[in-house]
Structures are given as C-alpha cells and as structure tokens.
C-alpha cells in the first residue's frame, strides 16, 4: 500500500481509502480506492482512448498491473477497451 499510495507509484494521491477482508480460507486481499490528484479529465480520457498507441500502451499497463481475472468470462463479455470505446 505505501508503495502505490505514499510511494507515488499511480502518481500525486488526493486521499485513498481501503479495507481488508478475509476469505473463507483465511486468505486475505484488499479492496482498495485511490483518488489521483492529476488534472487528467474523462474527456481527455475518452479523447486519447481513440489512439491506437495510448490504447496498447494502457493495455500493456492493465497487464502489468491486474494479476488477477476471470478468465471463465473472457469471450462473453466487452472487454475493458471496448467498454470505454
């Protein structure tokens, strides 16, 4: 957490929030909010989503970071790209 919050890691943090929960197994994973303090709007967002490059890079990115999926729904559903498209 200080890594990716304190650290800097997504860039200037506003605030985060969090919480640690338990799986049956006694596993534990965190559910976790972080609020960017970038001037980066939606708008901006949906406008460089249009480019092919900043789409494979933040494809890339989503890869490196997301360690984690459900990979039974893969083919049924929109993928992330094509659900912000």
Do not use: M
Request: charged fraction near 20%.
């Amino acid at each position: 957490l200080k890594c990716l919050v304190l650290g800097g890691a997504l860039g200037p943090t506003k605030a985060y929030f969090g919480t640690v929960e338990s799986q049956g197994r006694g596993s534990l994973h965190l559910h976790l909010l972080i609020w960017l303090n970038h001037e980066y709007t939606p708008a901006q967002l949906k406008e460089n989503i249009q480019n092919q490059d900043f789409r494979d890079n933040l494809l890339k990115y989503l890869e490196d970071v997301v360690k984690e999926d459900l990979d039974l729904f893969r083919g049924n559903h929109l993928t992330l790209l094509e659900f912000v498209i």
